[in-house]
């Protein structure tokens, strides 16, 4: 089963941030939390990961909590091209230890 | 650079009949993981392959068996097909062990309809 929770839908509007929630408060010491992305009947695409410290790219900032229980990836300025299910996953720190999914987040950007 | 590459894209076959679909990894890598995709859901992990052996396994039956070849591209088979195999069958690759810094790169995918 997952180890994270993330609500089911949420929607914004084009050009604000896009702040997506996950709880996962049963991470352990050695695992990291990383955000996928799956735009419709596409192959899942990496985002962005963290073991406890802000994390910030091109595509995307990742927030997790003090205690790590809970994280938020935020789409600092959304497009209609961000419209896709976003996946939160926790795992050990190695990368081929296999992604458990849950149905993750869908996000709606509309104009 | 090629990503991965998966074949066909889309696949129709009738109960009881058998599937293989392939699966390319990116350029450098050596590890092929296999996922199961029904609809509405997240994908399932299937299988794990690296060095041609099986490395890991998902709670999937022996029905889904794996190979991968020694240029590393990988092929799914699927025996006695049900109506509740259909779905999306992603592959992702990666290179063994990898650290954290790493990540998992999947394929477009291939649509297996069973009727």
């Excluded at chain 2, 990503?3 to 679909?21: A, D, E, F, M, N």
Aim: aromatic share 10%; net charge negative.
């Amino acid at each position: 089963d997952a180890k994270t929770t993330q609500p089911t839908s949420m929607d914004c509007a084009e050009g604000r941030a896009a702040n997506l929630p996950c709880n996962h408060s049963t991470i352990s010491g050695n695992e990291y939390v990383y955000w996928y992305r799956q735009i419709h009947s596409q192959g899942p695409q990496y985002i962005i990961h963290g073991l406890k410290n802000n994390e910030t790219n091109e595509m995307a900032s990742l927030i997790i909590t003090e205690d790590r229980k809970s994280s938020t990836l935020i789409l600092p300025h959304a497009t209609l091209r961000d419209t896709a299910v976003y996946y939160c996953i926790v795992r050990v720190s190695y990368n081929t230890d296999k992604l458990i999914f849950g149905t993750g987040t869908r996000l709606q950007v509309f104009p | 650079d090629a990503g991965v590459t998966q074949s066909p894209t889309h696949l129709i076959k009738t109960r009881g009949q058998q599937v293989t679909l392939r699966c390319s990894p990116k350029s450098g890598h050596d590890t092929v993981s296999w996922y199961q995709q029904a609809l509405g859901q997240g994908p399932q992990f299937i299988f794990q392959y690296y060095e041609e052996e099986e490395r890991q396994r998902g709670n999937f039956p022996d029905r889904f068996s794996g190979h991968q070849f020694p240029n590393y591209s990988s092929e799914l088979n699927v025996n006695a097909l049900l109506l509740g195999d259909s779905a999306l069958y992603l592959c992702a690759s990666t290179e063994f062990p990898g650290g954290a810094e790493d990540t998992q790169y999947f394929g477009p995918g291939t649509r297996l309809t069973v009727l």
